[in-house]
T-cell receptor, first 113, second 111 residues
Framework: GESVGLHLPTLSVQEGDNSIINCAYS??????FIWYKQESGKGPQFIID?????DKRQGQRVTVLLNKTVKHLSLQIAATQPGDSAVYFC????????????FGKGTKLTVNP | NAGVMQNPRHLVRRRGQEARLRCSPM?????VYWYRQLPEEGLKFMVY????????ESGMPKERFSAEFPKEGPSILRIQQVVRGDSAAYFC?????????FGPGTRLTVT
């Protein structure tokens, strides 16, 4: 069935290191992917998105990589800061439908000072 | 431009009572989505509405749950005869077209 899963539920890094958060998706028809950050007690916050006709997209300190061959998505955060501590979710949309988001379970990122 | 507003932020109901959750989309957004999040899990889609229309309710339980988005006023997610399993965070998101902006959520606790 529909599912977007994550390889690791938790990730702990030192401040200043780079972080990589992975996501596997199962629906090969999905054509739009988004990474969200969710801090405790808050709603998901958009970080970056990528369409299926791309394999890489860069933002400010963040990069998303998409490998359609193995249905894998990753989020790279450069020079991780304590403020980056949160749960990160990948989500997918299949265009042409209702554009509902299908979320994975999330990876909890902890940044140690 | 204010973000997506949800109220109440916290709601406690006894089993059997009704819960009403409100969502005011961002100005100019005519698409509203409702999602439910259980502890330690990702968000699960419930329903997608446009003004006065339900577009996709494939994630809504068949009984006790309903949603509306009237021409005027906020979108309402209504849960009748709540049970303990309804305890969760409920998020709405609004969208002008594709990108969805989330509200802070309503945390429902059923005692």
């Amino acid at each position: 069935g529909e599912s977007v899963g994550l390889h690791l539920p938790t990730l702990s890094v030192q401040e200043g290191d780079n972080s990589i958060i992975n996501c596997a998706y199962s629906n090969s028809a999905s054509d739009y992917f988004i990474w969200y950050k969710q801090e405790s007690g808050k709603g998901p916050q958009f970080i970056i998105d990528i369409r299926s006709n791309m394999d890489k997209r860069q933002g400010q300190r963040v990069t998303v990589l998409l490998n359609k061959t193995v249905k894998h998505l990753s989020l790279q955060i450069a020079a991780t800061q304590p403020g980056d501590s949160a749960v990160y979710f990948c989500a997918e949309i299949t265009q042409g439908g209702s554009e509902k988001l299908v979320f994975g379970k999330g990876t909890k990122l902890t940044v140690n000072p | 431009n204010a973000g997506v507003m949800q109220n109440p932020r916290h709601l406690v109901r006894r089993r059997g009572q009704e819960a009403r959750l409100r969502c005011s989309p961002m100005k100019g957004h005519s698409h509203v989505y409702w999602y439910r999040q259980l502890p330690e899990e990702g968000l699960k889609f419930m329903v997608y509405l446009q003004k006065e229309n339900i577009i996709d309710e494939s994630g809504m339980p068949k009984e006790r749950f309903s949603a509306e988005f009237p021409k005027e006023g906020p979108s309402i997610l209504r849960i009748q005869q709540v049970v303990r399993g309804d305890s969760a965070a409920y998020f709405c998101a609004s969208s002008p077209q594709s990108e969805q902006y989330f509200g802070p959520g309503t945390r429902l606790t059923v005692t």
